[in-house]
């Protein structure tokens, strides 16, 4: 296809192109997959009511390893559906930073923490508002553990929204990595030597997920990826390998995802 044919394409024909030439044969069912309703579960460890949210955010929420961890940080964390799974884990004493940049998102994660978390938790769980892509400005090597669930394409929304379908171009996967690669290196630099950090997007492209992780594993020699099984332990949702993380995909998890999620150690 040449230039002109493509610069005369709708957002969504450009949209089912991009995403055809990523997934192939796949795409039409994954693509209806993503039109379906979302697969939710409720999650009520140590909350005062259950909160509902994605199977795959669950899943990628405890990926992250809690065990000996004094000082967490949730770096976008509204609605705050992660924050909560961290927080009802965490050991005793620790503590949790619940991060949103937004007012508007951050006075509804403030909301979802207040209504579902017992005092005792509420009372180690802290929210601030800082732009997360320039924290290392202000802190180092200040937190055990990093969840860092980073703005991303979000397709399943994309796709539900014809305003939106209409505008999509593929240069929107370019701005959000570059967004994200600032957001994952402020991320590494904030995280403590011999730390623990998951990278989770909702995000169906290999640019946004995969290759931020790449970018990450280049710059920083002390930065490692552990190996995530495909098969959950929990039993929540089963996910596919990538290079470098596990991608939750709904057309083969009954509506779970998408979610990418990989996690990286910070060697000391």
């Known amino acids: 296809m040449g230039k002109k044919d493509k610069n005369k394409q709708t957002g969504a024909e450009l949209f ?17 997959a993503l039109l379906g309703e979302p697969r939710q579960i409720g999650y009520s460890k140590n909350l005062l009511k259950t909160y509902y949210l994605d199977a795959g955010s669950v899943r990628a929420a405890k990926a992250l390893p809690l065990d000996g961890a004094e000082k967490t940080a949730d770096f976008c964390a509204a609605p705050g559906g992660k924050s909560l799974v961290i927080a009802s884990s965490m050991p005793d004493g620790a503590t949790l930073v619940s991060n949103e940049r937004s007012r508007d998102r951050k ?7 207040d209504e579902h978390l017992p005092e005792e938790i509420r009372s180690r769980v802290s929210v601030s508002g800082f732009d997360a892509g320039r924290w290392c400005n202000y802190e180092r090597e200040a937190y055990d553990r990093i969840l860092l669930d980073a703005p991303c394409s979000s397709e399943r929304h994309v ?11 593929p240069a929107r996967i370019r701005n959000l990595a570059v967004a994200q690669w600032a957001l994952l290196s402020s991320a590494f630099l904030v995280l403590k030597n ?23 594993l280049k710059k920083y020699p002390g930065a490692s990826v552990v190996a995530l099984p495909e098969i959950d332990p929990d039993g929540l949702c089963n996910g596919e390998k990538t290079e470098y993380g596990i991608h939750v995909l709904p057309d083969r998890q009954k509506g779970a995802g998408p979610l990418y999620f990989a996690l990286i150690h910070k060697e000391f």
């Open 107 to 113: 006075n509804r994660l403030v909301k979802v923490l």
């Open 159 to 169: 796709l539900a929204d014809p305003k939106y379908l209409a505008q999509w171009s």
């Open 194 to 216: 011999g730390g623990f950090m998951v990278y989770s997007t909702c995000a169906l492209a290999q640019a946004e997920n995969d290759g931020v992780i790449q970018k990450l």
């Open 16 to 32: 089912d192109a991009y995403y055809s030439e990523l997934f192939g044969e796949r795409w039409n069912t994954l693509r209806a």
